[in-house]
């Protein structure tokens, strides 16, 4: 059996022959240390499996890659920046990301075809240009650029989000790294979650696309800071088969243990995003079992963890499962009420429907942690989800209100 | 043609033939002027017709009154009482609710089958019923009681929501009241949508609860104060035919006219309601038109009014109309980003998709007025509708979270 084990520092250029870097071109204002433009770089052509934003707008570099990824050829490098959207910009803004294709492939010698963008920053604004071409001639690839490249995507992160896993055995040595910014608010001061993962794995293209799509539907797809997607969303990931490994299809002896793998390092991202919400304290984990359909089981978590109400008692360390009850019974998934248990922070609060005693310290002190999980149990049958969020502060407000005033 | 005005003072007890009174039961904490029991009463048998929570699960109250409609009956009675919700109680609770419908009867002279009930406040907690049968014999009821049953019904509204309309023309003479309390939090300061109207117009069974559903679909279904639904929203109409009229029935000369002011009524209590969600400041309305379907209008309108990042905006006085397209990009309807157009308090800020220059000071000046504008054109088809809301402020933060910190 292959051992699954994190990698000090992981990031993206964790994975052999991934190489990145990032630079101040001068999109962002100016400030200590602000990076906003990097490069992630393969030496090898990469497979690669995208999933982007549901919205009905779509931002410029989401439109050009998704064009991109339509002619199904390999990819080998993606250019971000942060500062600027790209997005509500009409069809300059689409010439712009192209534009910004062919610099970046001019520059590391490769095709525009193989290159991704990603814009995360103010909406409406077009593309600074010549401040793209500048940052793009100033990047220098490194081995363990992946870190700055994290830099340069972030903006009302507080914190980095970076992670690898390395997959191993006798005949079997691969690894996948992934970094990934945070969401909160999308226009003025940026926000939308972008997430980049790169593996040295050699993976077929189906199986790497199912296996993404897998991994996001339980990972990026059940963490909600504040309910409102970005036109700009995008997760990607890269494979370029430099590591040690039969090729993993669907089928093939690996192929599982990929999935769990891709799936922890996605899971790790996306709780690491919930937590970073804007304003958040803390981190809210809702599982919801005994449903009688997994579609169920993720509608009942997501609807609970995006509860305003829920998210405010969290902060107020309230053991208020009447507001759990009400996003669950509002969440439009079969339950039978005399058959709910509830538990808040590990605290049974309601148990076949009915409320628990319990003491009133205990709970508070438990709701305090760092991470609150949150367990409804609707007893009716085997499906099971988990959704992560954050708790709602007066500083959420004041982040989203305080552009003008 | 028969006049539309509205009456001085309105409430549920300017209608011919209705009374109310409310008292201090004992059921909330006391305090200064705290009344937490009212009760309507009509000296003729109403016609009547409700709508309830959504939500799967629900208060006992609700599911009472359902039983009791179901026979299809009518009504003389409703006896509401703030402080405990009578919700996630169990066969208790039922048994509660339908003694209570039995101690009013008594004390009115009427069947328990004539009796509504109502409650909201904790949930979890059995009705204090030694104090719903005290306050039910200290109700006296009175041709002006109207405003004291809305403040029995209050939580944390600061301002009652009454209003009456009467409609007159040589041959005609009806009056049509209503009552509201707001929604906020759930539990533990209650909170929870209670509407009570009243009208002495003679009205078929069938086409008051049409007319209430069209008037619901327009009013108190396109107002969002923080997306929860409580397992006690009711909605009730009682109809007693005191005044003079033709009776209303569908296709009857006065259905048009008596559908008209009952949507006026319901739309007037909506957007008090909305004005008065906890810790707003101002009162958002968003029109989306221009839309293929009437159910994408209402949609995209609902979305944009309940997001997070809208309210947090408008608190801030922001013209970030990025926020509006997100939002509306997310509602999972038709759109083609290039048609579209965007006012914010009066003020173009996208046209045709792209956004459009203007005064920062005019558009922070004209979004600190009391109630806010947003228009969007979707410029697809002819269908129009509108949704209320409120901003989001630290202090909804300080209301949902101040329980136990």
Request: proline fraction near 4%; charged fraction near 20%.
């Amino acid at each position: 059996m292959a051992k699954v084990e994190s990698v000090s520092g992981g990031t993206v250029t964790s994975p052999s022959g991934f190489s990145a870097g990032a630079t101040y071109a001068g999109i962002k204002k100016r400030g200590k240390g602000v990076l906003d433009l990097g490069i992630i770089y393969s030496s090898e052509p990469c497979t690669v499996a995208a999933v982007f934003t549901t919205n009905r707008i779509k931002s410029a570099a989401v439109v050009v890659n998704q064009r991109t990824l339509a002619k199904g050829g390999t990819v080998s490098a993606v250019v971000a920046n942060s500062g600027c959207a790209n997005s509500s910009t009409g069809e300059q803004g689409i010439d712009d990301a192209i534009e910004t294709t062919r610099a970046a492939a001019k520059s590391l010698g490769i095709e525009p075809e193989e290159v991704l963008v990603a814009s995360t920053g103010v909406i409406g604004v077009p593309l600074p240009m010549a401040a793209i071409y500048k940052g793009i001639n100033q990047v220098a690839l490194t081995a363990d650029g992946g870190h700055d490249f994290e830099r340069a995507i972030m903006t009302t992160d507080t914190s980095p989000k970076e992670v690898a896993l390395r997959v191993s055995d006798s005949k079997t040595r691969f690894t996948i790294g992934g970094v990934a910014k945070g969401s909160g608010m999308i226009h003025p001061n940026m926000a939308t979650m972008l997430v980049f993962l790169t593996t040295d794995a050699a993976v077929s293209p189906g199986f790497l696309l199912d296996s993404l799509r897998k991994s996001v539907a339980v990972s990026f797809n059940m963490i909600s800071v504040d309910g409102d997607t970005s036109p700009s969303d995008t997760v990607v990931v890269l494979a370029n088969g430099k590591g040690r490994n039969e090729p993993i299809g669907h089928g093939s002896p690996l192929a599982d243990i990929f999935q769990k793998a891709l799936e922890r390092v996605c899971v790790y991202l996306a709780k690491a995003i919930a937590r970073d919400g804007e304003g958040a304290t803390r981190l809210i984990e809702v599982t919801v079992k005994g449903a009688a359909t997994l579609d169920e089981a993720r509608r009942a978590a997501r609807t609970i963890v995006s509860s305003n109400l829920v998210k405010a008692a969290v902060y107020g360390r309230d053991p208020n499962w009447g507001r759990v009850t009400a996003a669950l019974g509002r969440s439009e998934i079969d339950l039978v009420e005399n058959k709910l248990d509830v538990t808040m922070a590990g605290i049974p609060v309601l148990e076949g429907g009915r409320p628990v005693a319990f003491e009133r310290e205990v709970a508070v002190k438990a709701l305090g942690k760092d991470t609150v999980p949150i367990v409804v149990d609707l007893h009716l049958g085997r499906e099971k989800a988990t959704a992560w969020g954050c708790d709602l502060t007066e500083q959420y407000v004041v982040i989203n209100s305080a552009y003008t005033t």
